[in-house]
């Protein structure tokens, strides 16, 4: 079982920035893409960015292209959706998931709440 902890959510103004970090509490497998989704309530879980760890290339989203960034840190088994120029309509529960595709199994953080508000 893998453990994901995110941090970094809140209230921030519109353009404003924020990070989330999730904390893994196994190191990346080569098997491994690294994800970020957000929910809005009524909607289902959009996909907004992952890296597959092996080769490194990462995907984003075209409602997020050019303003959100994901990232990783292998020596701290941590993962990063560094956020800016935040417009209202990226407010949602942000979840970090890790998903080994060689075993199929899928891990979710607890979600944290990201208000885009003046």
């Known amino acids: 079982q893998v453990q994901l902890v995110e941090s970094g959510g809140g209230l921030v103004q519109p353009g404003g920035s924020l990070t989330l970090s999730c904390a893994a509490s196994r190191s990346f497998q080569s098997t491994d893409a690294l994800c970020w989704y957000r929910q809005t309530p009524g909607k289902q879980r959009e996909l907004i960015a992952n890296i597959i760890v092996n080769g490194g290339r990462r995907n984003i989203a075209d409602s997020v292209k050019g303003r959100f960034t994901i990232s990783r840190d292998n020596e701290k088994n941590m993962f990063y959706l560094q956020m800016n120029s935040l417009k209202p309509e990226d407010t949602a529960v942000y979840y970090c998931?890790?998903?080994?595709?060689?075993?199929?199994?899928?891990?979710w953080g607890q979600g944290t709440q990201v208000t885009v508000s003046s």
């Open positions: 998931n890790i998903r080994n595709m060689r075993q199929g199994q899928d891990y």
